[in-house]
């Protein structure tokens, strides 16, 4: 994917994932991970969306979601051994988010052999 296709693609996910739900959360919607670090259905769908597009684009990258991190502590190393991989933060500023703050992002960032080559904030 070129750099210009990354982006549509973090665009393309808000408007699908997170936009539809902006000041309009239900409490059954917004979950902690741990006290006072709040994930939302918002965060998972767009990460699992924008993992499947990366992962179709470049099957042997490893893509380290803040969510899927949660979930699977070893993919940490996964990443940190990766010749290329992607960060995903579907949400950051999941608190703004859920208080109807407009002070959200949603941030990709990619590297080849350890190094930040691109990175991408929408």
């Known amino acids: 994917m070129d750099t210009d296709a990354v982006l549509q693609l973090l665009k393309d996910v808000s408007e699908e994932a997170i936009n ?3 000041r309009s959360l239900a409490d059954a919607e917004i979950h902690e991970k741990n ?7 918002a ?3 767009a990460e699992k969306l924008l993992t499947a597009a990366l992962l179709g684009a470049y099957p042997d990258a490893v893509v ?6 949660s979930a699977d ?3 940490m190393d996964r990443y940190l051994a990766a010749e290329h ?3 995903v933060d579907p ?12 002070d959200h992002a949603v941030m990709v960032s990619e590297t ?5 080559v691109r990175a991408w904030i929408w």
């Open 73 to 75: 502590p070893g993919l």
């Open 112 to 116: 080849v052999g350890g190094q930040a």
């Open 35 to 41: 006290p006072g670090d709040l994930v939302t259905d």
């Open 85 to 87: 991989a992607f960060t």
């Open 64 to 69: 380290l979601g803040e969510e899927a991190h």
């Open 43 to 45: 965060d998972r769908e």
């Open 91 to 102: 949400v950051d500023g999941t608190k703004n988010f859920v208080h109807g703050s407009p």
């Open 20 to 22: 539809p739900r902006f």
